[in-house]
């Protein structure tokens, strides 16, 4: 893949803006990745995994103004979700269900009722595994046949697993037969995997409990997988891209009920005004400057310097999603920053470097001697490609790139996930207890009922999961790393650590509480740690 066409990739965490001022657009977009690209790859990388030609062509993740659906197609039958949740399928689907339209309430973990509704259901079920496990008319075979839609199929009679099975099912827990379906995968089991996706599609809900919701693209994601094996089914997530505006409102909505975008902006332009506050000329280099949002409350700090206001320069580096939320190129973004220094009476001028991040040389940086730097990588440094992907290491190549620049300083912020090199199981249970996490905050401060809950959800995260779970090598960008890797990168580059501000710590942590008290902050080895009760979300450090 050409490193340009890299950049359409995009992370759902990602850019958003801090309060309007003024004539400023009052949001930030995070970039959120085209699908038609996101394609999964079939070659070596990504395993063997056996073909499953009931599933067709594609799955889609769709939204339209006013409405959305999720679907997911096969050979004989196609459903899709409206918001409301009800199903419209045929025999022999593969729906993610919504259960709140229904009087069944089988679909969330939490309920005990899909337990007691109907044993006789329950029990049918147990008897139905048992039946393909061991066979119809024998206690202990050695295989079993069963009729799926490939045609006849030997399985190996396995008594434990069939046990492990028909104790999942009496427990009805979605984590685990995820978990259980992931493993399968892994395994190459295929009878496994195909019953655990008949159960799964009962259960999750794109209109449920946070794990409902998240287990449906989940389950997008373990069904793009199996089907991009190498039969070479499934090819691309064909998603309908919003229109400009409607994907710039929901970002601008997971911004304002996540506190994660804030408080990188926040501790990041902290660390950059207490390294700056001696400095004439500033020239700020953001690597995704998106809507440059993040730098208007900076301007506003600095214009109010005792001594008046320092010179600012900011380079902003774009990125295709964000030129489409935005709904034109680069200029838009310097043209209102402009605008807002003048309004301040700060000394301004804005370097246009359109090229995407993974291509950028230092001749692109308009660097001049006499200025202070710094260097901001808000959310972006994840989807440059590193040693493991191929022989273009641009993650450690734009870091030593920006040592050579001896910047004053460089500002870091991550999600705190372990996805890059780790194998495609670990990788699945690592992005289930993320995103637990995640979908668990939105649901204290976005209610479920909200109408463009769906779209967000859709938009600015899911993507991001199916391409973590589904792609392999450079089709897989969602690549993220823990802090202590980051430090080991920075450190390699030849950098050393700036400790983050206490004053930064204490707005943090009353801007926390404004949102929920489950919300931890953590300071450490003079770096930030955000997380959701015991679980880190999102890392905000400096370097020089």
């Given amino acids: ?299 506003q700090g600095l214009a109010a310097r005792p001594g008046g206001p320092p010179k600012i320069r900011i380079t902003g580096i774009d990125d295709s999603t964000s030129a489409y939320a935005r709904g034109g190129g680069l200029d838009i973004v310097g043209n209102r920053l402009s605008k807002l220094a003048e309004s301040c009476k700060v000394p301004f001028e804005f370097n246009a470097a359109r090229i995407p991040a993974a291509e950028v040389q230092l001749e692109d940086l308009g660097v001049r001697p006499g200025e202070a730097i710094a260097v901001n990588f808000a959310l972006m440094l994840h989807h440059m490609p590193d040693e493991s992907v191929g022989g273009q290491n641009h993650r450690d190549r734009l870091l030593r790139l920006v040592k050579s620049l001896s910047p004053k300083l460089v500002t870091l912020v991550e999600q705190e996930s372990n996805t890059n090199t780790a194998p495609f199981f670990h990788r699945f249970l690592e992005t289930l207890k993320y995103y637990t996490a995640i979908f668990e905050s939105i649901d204290v401060t976005l209610p479920r009922d909200h109408k463009e809950r769906i779209n967000v959800e859709q938009f600015c995260l899911a993507r991001d999961i199916v391409n973590i779970i589904a792609c392999e090598g450079a089709e897989r960008v969602e690549r993220h790393e823990l802090l202590g890797k980051w430090r080991s990168r920075f450190m390699m580059a030849g950098f050393t650590p700036y400790p983050l501000s206490s004053l930064v710590n204490a707005t943090i942590k009353t801007l926390l509480k404004s949102y929920s008290e489950k919300y931890t902050l953590e300071e450490r080895d003079g770096a930030f740690f955000l997380g959701w009760l015991d679980r880190v979300l999102v890392t905000s450090c400096a370097w020089q």
């Fill in 1 to 299: 893949m050409h490193p340009s066409q890299k950049q359409k990739f995009s992370n759902g965490l990602q850019r958003f803006s801090d309060e309007p001022v003024q004539e400023v657009v009052s949001y930030c977009m995070p970039t959120i990745q085209s699908l038609e690209t996101h394609s999964c790859s079939d070659d070596s990388s990504q395993g063997t995994h056996p073909s499953v030609p009931i599933f067709e062509q594609y799955c889609t993740l769709e939204s339209h103004s006013g409405t959305s659906g999720y679907a997911i197609h096969n050979s004989s039958s196609t459903v899709s979700f409206s918001p409301n949740g009800s199903p419209e399928q045929d025999t022999e689907s593969f729906p993610v269900h919504s259960h709140q339209s229904s009087g069944n309430t089988c679909g969330s973990p939490v309920n005990e009722s899909c337990l007691t509704d109907d044993v006789d259901d329950l029990r049918h079920k147990i008897r139905e595994l048992e039946t393909a496990m061991l066979g119809p008319h024998s206690d202990t075979p050695d295989t079993c046949s069963i009729t799926n839609p490939v045609g006849i199929v030997q399985i190996p009679y396995d008594a434990e697993k069939c046990k492990q099975m028909m104790e999942m099912i009496s427990r009805w827990d979605l984590k685990e037969l995820l978990c259980a379906c992931a493993k399968a995968i892994e395994e190459n089991d295929r009878f496994t995997t195909e019953w655990l996706m008949s159960q799964l599609k009962q259960m999750v809900s794109v209109n449920g409990e946070p794990i409902q919701r998240l287990g449906a693209y989940m389950l997008e994601g373990l069904v793009a997988r199996l089907a991009s094996s190498g039969s070479s089914i499934y090819k691309t997530l064909r998603c309908k891209e919003p229109a400009s505006a409607e994907l710039l409102s929901y970002m601008h909505i997971l911004y304002e009920v996540c506190p994660y975008f804030k408080f990188g902006y926040m501790s990041a332009n902290g660390a950059i005004a207490e390294a700056m506050k001696d400095e004439n000329e500033i020239h700020i280099i953001d690597f995704m400057i998106a809507q440059g949002s993040q730098w208007i409350t900076l301007i």
